[in-house]
């Protein structure tokens, strides 16, 4: 089966006690991006990789690291969480990540939910 | 910059009932537009699309038309069910940026009653 799959879907954890969510594709996709969502905020773009070993920021990559060693696995990482990155977290991958029509369809992971004390 | 607003919720319509949900954006591109569903404890899913002016994206009975003039792409079903609570997110998407740079509504809740 086709799918994003994220690891672990719950967390509480206590400031500055660094974690990785694991993100993994078997759909072969080149592009993977995290975002953040917030109550009345939407949806937030964190970071995203065009392919592996290429990576950028997205709009709140503060307090975050991503790594893309390789096309199925792009992991963010908390090095010292703090309490205002308490969010739900969603990984996403899409087969193309380069301008044309029609970019922007994209397959979600079920959602990652952290709690930093 | 891109953007997309939408309607305000949370939306709560009885079961049967006509459902519009309104949104509209701001490009300065040629964007594709995107309808995306989160149903419950789930991740986002899409729910239709059009990348051109006046195409119409349809799927499980939604439809919504891309509107140059307005710049608007509302999604409508005839109908809802009860399975059909969740929240919506209108997205656009700049084909000159690709998506790397998809750009989210802020999500519409829905409950549909029966």
């Known amino acids: 089966e086709a799918q994003v799959t994220q690891n672990p879907r719950y967390l509480i954890t206590v400031t500055g006690k660094k974690l990785t969510v694991t993100c993994s594709q078997n759909?072969?996709?080149?592009?993977m991006s995290w975002y953040r969502q917030d109550p009345g905020l939407g949806l937030r773009q964190i970071y995203y990789?065009?392919?592996?070993?290429?990576?950028d920021k997205g709009d709140v990559p503060e307090g975050y690291k991503v790594s893309r060693k390789e096309k199925r696995n792009f992991p963010l990482i908390l090095e010292s969480p703090s309490p205002n990155q308490t969010s739900l977290y969603f990984c996403?991958?899409?087969?193309?990540?380069?301008?044309?029509?029609?970019?922007?369809?994209?397959?979600f992971g079920e959602g990652s939910r952290l709690t930093v004390l | 910059g891109n953007s997309v607003t939408q309607m305000e919720g949370p939306v709560t319509l009885s079961e049967e009932a006509f459902l519009t949900i309104n949104c509209t954006y701001t490009?300065?591109?040629?964007?594709?537009l995107f309808w995306y569903v989160q149903y419950p404890g789930e991740g986002l899913q899409l729910l239709l699309k059009?990348?051109?002016?006046?195409d119409k994206g349809s799927n499980k009975g939604f439809e919504a038309t891309y509107r140059k003039e307005t710049t608007s792409f509302h999604l409508e079903k005839g109908s809802v069910q009860v399975s059909d609570s969740a929240v919506y997110f209108c997205?656009?998407?700049?084909?000159?940026?690709?998506?790397?740079?998809?750009?989210f509504g802020q999500g519409t809740r829905l409950t549909i009653n029966p």
């Open positions: 996403a991958s899409s087969p193309r990540g380069g301008t044309g029509v029609g970019t922007g369809e994209l397959f």
């Open positions: 759909m072969n996709h080149e592009y």
């Open positions: 990789s065009m392919n592996v070993e290429v990576t």
């Open positions: 490009a300065t591109g040629y964007p594709s």
């Open positions: 059009a990348t051109k002016a006046d």
């Open positions: 997205a656009l998407s700049d084909r000159g940026q690709g998506a790397q740079k998809l750009v």
